[in-house]
Structure formats: structure tokens, C-alpha cells
């Protein structure tokens, strides 16, 4: 296997894999699999180096941008940062409470 289609191969992998852990693998969003998987076949034949340099950068910089948005969109969480959260500290500070025998007010509850 040459170098570019070890490359190839390495941005391929590497866009399924962000598909699959930041859009899913449920069936509904298989379309997002099958368009790429498309894509890389009709641009096996491809014989242009600066053509195959320049669809590749595109792929990679999608896995870029996939992997980024997850990641800006877990710190914005972390940081509490527009996001109203109440729900989910409602239950940390119940299991908190739970753990050294105590109950929450009513007041937490409702």
C-alpha cells in the first residue's frame, strides 16, 4: 500500500470514527456514514495529487471540525456557560445528600 493510500486510508478511519462518536450509529443517521463512504469510493480512481491532497484536506478538516464542536460544546457544559442546569445539580447535590444519610428539603424536590 503506497503512502497516499495509507493516508487515505488513516483520514477515512479517522472521519468515520468522529462520526460515529460525536453523531451516532443509530440507523436514522446512517445517511451521514453512507455519503462519506460514498465519497471515498468515487474518489478511488482519482489520479491528481493535488486533487487527491486537496479532497483529503477537506475530510480531515471535517473530522477536525466534528471533533472540535464536541469538544467547545462539552466545555461550554463544564463551564455551565448558557445553559441552564438546575436539573442536574438538583441531582448531584441529592446523591451528595444521600450519601452521608440525609434527604433534600422540599423546596430541592419540587
Not at 26 to 38: A, G, N, S, V
Request: aromatic share 8%; net charge positive; charged share 25%.
Amino acid at each position: 500500500m503506497g503512502s497516499k493510500a495509507w493516508q487515505a486510508t488513516k483520514v477515512y478511519r479517522h472521519l468515520l470514527k468522529a462520526v460515529k462518536n460525536h453523531i451516532g450509529k443509530e440507523d436514522h443517521k446512517r445517511h451521514f456514514r453512507d455519503y462519506i463512504l460514498q465519497e471515498f469510493q468515487n474518489n478511488r480512481g482519482l489520479l491528481d495529487p493535488a486533487s487527491i491532497q486537496q479532497k483529503l484536506k477537506v475530510a480531515h478538516d471535517y473530522t477536525y471540525l466534528l471533533n472540535s464542536v464536541h469538544h467547545h460544546k462539552e466545555l461550554l457544559l463544564s463551564y455551565n456557560i448558557a445553559v441552564d442546569r438546575s436539573d442536574e445539580m438538583k441531582r448531584i447535590i441529592g446523591k451528595s445528600a444521600s450519601s452521608v444519610g440525609l434527604k433534600l428539603p422540599e423546596v430541592y424536590e419540587a
